[in-house]
């Protein structure tokens, strides 16, 4: 049984001090100093996950690990933000070593892989849940925020949609094929952080899809006003999604299903031939579903299908009412 303190030491300092990370003092201290770039804004943001809830409580370490991390990144993507710190919480049942192992694994490798450095946290005893803060950075007038959509915008997404809902319905389903991509997309979601830096500047709003792509819109309208039209046939569907969910599932899997952390941009259409370019740089296909409209609501997709992720709809995890 370790004390907190040795899993501290063991599981998440960072090996080698790094000059260039701008932590004056990270993990250790009453709170990490951190020296932002001057004229830079510092883009903030925290997300939770919890066992259960986020991911299966038989989900691999590693994968709980990058996938807490990486939800959140994904905010300062859709912010166009530079990621350059983090502060994790964990609250966890047991200290056991294999399972802390292959979490701070999960979770380093990918503060390796995108330049952000993990600066502090804390640990507690309790059911496994991770709050992730992450810090970055952003030239003021570069943020995207939710409000700047404008009537005739383009709707874009990157990547494709779906894989976060048909990767929990495979792994429901039993499947364990680390390489399955549907099985990836959901448990290790890649933060688009390039991207997000790539179109900061074109794009006049963004938000990343955490609920589903209607949901995730919806706070784009609320914000910027107006409504916006749809055309579901364009919808960027993840690989092997139609094969797992049929031709219907897997729209509606695209459209409400969540956990696909691509970026949802509005930009005009004058735009969109550089926002492709710089996208095609990094591998990553932009997608256009749609347009922003003056009239508010959601035209293109029947009501029905307007749905998305909402904790608080239906019974609690584990919950009999
Ligand atoms: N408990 C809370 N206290 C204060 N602000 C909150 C709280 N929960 C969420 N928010 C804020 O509400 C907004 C929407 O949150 P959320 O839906 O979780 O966004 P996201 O999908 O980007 O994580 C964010 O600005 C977030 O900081
Ligand atoms: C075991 C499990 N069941 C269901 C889901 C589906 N799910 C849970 S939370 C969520 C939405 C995203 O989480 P949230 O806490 O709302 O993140 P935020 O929007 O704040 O980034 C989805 C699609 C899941 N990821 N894992
Ligand atoms: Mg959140």
Redesign the pocket.
Known sequence: MHSEFDLIARYFTPATPDPESGVVMGVGDDCALLAPTPGRRLAVSV??SVC?????PDAPPEAVGHRALA?SLS?LAAMGARARWCFMSLSLDESEDAWLEGFSRGFLTLCEATGTRLAGGDITRGELAIGVTVMGEVAPEAAMTRGGGRPGDLVAVTGALGG??GG?AAWQAGERDPVHPLLQR?LTPRPRLAAGEALAGLATAAVDI???LLADLGHILEHSGGGAHLEPETLPLAEGLVAALGEEGARQAALT???DYELLVCLPAEELDEARRRLAALELPLTVVGRLTRAPGVSGVPAAQRTG?Q?FRGAPPGGTS
């Open positions: 997300d939770t259960g809830v986020h991911f299966p939800v905010d976060g809902a929990l959901y955490s609920d589903g299903g969540g956990d992720w904790h």
